[in-house]
């Protein structure tokens, strides 16, 4: 069975820029949530998301977007990039919220 | 900050020794999950802990789980050059997962 799957695995962007990451969840997971990961840290909770509607955010600007589609697939949306910005972006997926949530490989977003 | 904090932020043993990591959280949990991640990589699952639970076992993986004083530990027994990594507790709450700060683990042939 294939796992969370993320793409691109790697990203390098200019600052000012936007960047569109996919998560594809696992099949029969209905809730995807997004995580930030700089070097040295613990991941940091962007967005969840459960029956295609926002369920939480965390502490991040408004330059920060999500969505999830109706196969519940997830986009992450960051606009006007800045350099703080990079970081490994983590995806993942449970099958209801406060479940047992199953990571991706990440996105590794870098900012020039 | 609502992060976690493990202890200790680094662990150095020898192949076949017992691991001990310890994590303390600041929130009502629903549960706890504890994660690997090696170099950089995505997290792998290896436990889950409900807020109910006191302590469980998952092969040479023992978590315990103290509600009271908000923390918990990791115990990897007979411990393999293959179990070098980071690993992250991640407390549960309604809506995301608060991890902890990590305790980088290194075990030697």
């Known amino acids: 069975d294939a796992g969370v799957t993320q793409s691109p695995t790697h990203l390098i962007k200019t600052r000012g820029q936007h960047v569109t990451l996919r998560c594809s969840p696992i099949s029969g997971h209905k809730s995807v949530s997004w995580y930030q990961q700089v070097l040295g840290q613990g991941p940091q909770f962007i967005f969840q998301?459960?029956?295609?509607?926002?369920?939480g955010r965390g502490n991040f600007p408004d330059r920060f977007s999500a969505r999830q589609f109706p196969n519940y697939s997830s986009e992450l949306n960051v606009n006007a990039l800045l350099l703080g910005d990079s970081a490994l972006y983590l995806c993942?997926?449970?099958?209801?919220?406060?479940?047992?949530?199953?990571f991706g490989q990440g996105t590794r977003l870098t900012v020039v | 900050s609502q992060q976690g904090e493990e202890d200790p932020q680094a662990l150095s043993i020898q192949e076949g020794e017992n691991a001990t990591m310890n994590c303390s959280y600041k929130?009502?949990?629903?549960?706890l999950q504890w994660y690997r991640q090696n170099s950089g990589r995505g997290l792998v699952h290896l436990i889950l802990i409900r807020s109910n639970e006191r302590e469980k076992h998952s092969g040479r993986l023992r978590v315990t789980l103290d509600t009271s004083k908000k923390s918990s530990s990791l115990l990897i027994t007979a411990s393999r050059a293959a179990d070098t990594a980071s690993y992250f507790c991640?407390?549960?709450?309604?809506?995301?997962?608060?991890f902890g700060t990590g305790t980088r683990l290194q075990v030697f042939p």
């Open positions: 991640a407390a549960s709450n309604t809506d995301k997962l608060i």
């Open positions: 998301y459960y029956e295609k509607e926002e369920r």
């Open positions: 929130t009502s949990i629903n549960n």
């Open positions: 993942a997926s449970s099958v209801t919220p406060n479940t047992e949530a199953f």
